[in-house]
């Protein structure tokens, strides 16, 4: 880890990743990422996640299961964004105070991370000046056709495996050139 993070180490036949960056951020975060049928899977697991699991642990209905992917659907086609609560409460026929809840148990998840500015107390509580997607796999998945370029530049992602100490899954693409496969 310290040769990578040094700059000591070299990757034979790759003269610079960079060619490799979009292979990358629309398929190099999850650990089958280079497993046949990629996309299926990963939407099989955020189906699997917001319509059973989620529910399940928080004592939810099925009904509020369907709510949950709509409310990601709504987050994957503008993010970052600032929530406006209502609106989103109104789109999803709910109440607004269920839609932090919505939100949280989606943070907790892995699948969104939510910005709070430092106001604390009461009027701190819930609020999130901006929603992100966890992973740049989650905007191309989710988002289909709508996922652009700003909304993927600025994601926390590609520098967040640096903080944990981890290196991310490669992509087929990659892998196939770098004959690991």
Known sequence: MEEILG???ELPGVK???PFFEDY???GYYPFALEEGFDLKLQ???NQTLE???PLYAGMNVSTGRKLKQLLAIIAKSVPFKPNMTSIATALS???NNITDYCLFIEEAGMIAQLRDATGGIRGLGKADKIYLDN???IYSLANDNSNTGNIVTLKYPFEFL???VLPVVSEKVATHLSIR
């Open 163 to 165: 903080d944990q100490g």
């Open 136 to 138: 740049t796999n989650l």
């Open 52 to 54: 059973t699991d989620i």
């Open 25 to 27: 951020l629309k398929r």
């Open 44 to 46: 099989q697991i955020v």
């Open 7 to 9: 700059h000591k180490t």
């Open 94 to 96: 709910a109440s607004r």
């Open 16 to 18: 610079h990743p960079l």
